[in-house]
């Protein structure tokens, strides 16, 4: 069976046509929102492989077409790229976005997890905590707007994970940190699947780790 099909089948629409209120009306919303990404994508299931040639131009990640004009005197990436396409896949959140990872150094991605706090997205981050303290991090950013920040706290080891889940429907998983250097010059991979025994694992791992790790107080101190 499908995703499309399992996630709104005929039983689920009579059982929606049959509740009321606020609660359900939403989660009617958030069903026919993934339906119609899976029906016009085909993010699911796929695998983007790094290096990407350059960062991608916000102008074009946002309105999609450029003047030549513009692109022309640009330095930046008006294509989908791999890094691109993890983004517009990052844009997908609407309830949580669970992200445990290594390093965040990479400013896109970093504005993106930002942009999905602001609106309105629940953003829960597990990370190293040798790499959070680190220059060029950009965990604190995280925990200077009110995204829930959390490290393994233990400095003989690390927390070396790099997946994130996304409304519990995706899960975006490889051997890709999400720093520049990665981004541009590694060999790297990122799978997208919305395989529900995939992601019922990686939540379990999450939900785990999250329960026995604490809040760091390690800052951000640029020399």
Known sequence: MGVCQSIFCPNDREKFRSTKGHEQFAEVQELTHWKAMYDSTTISNSVFFFPDAKLPCFRYLDDGK??????????FAHEETSLVKLIRVMRLARRTLDICVFTVTNDSIANEV??????????????????????????????QVGIEVKDDGNAGNYMHHKFAMIDDRLLVNGSYNWSVHATLSNNENVVVSNDPLLIRSFRSEFERLWAIFKKSNIQYNPK
């Open 66 to 75: 450029l003047d030549h004009h513009h692109r022309d005197k640009c330095k």
């Open 114 to 143: 930002m942009a999905a706090h602001k609106r309105g997205v629940k953003v829960r981050v597990i990370t190293d905590d040798g790499q959070r303290g680190n220059r060029g991090s950009d965990i604190e950013k995280f925990v």
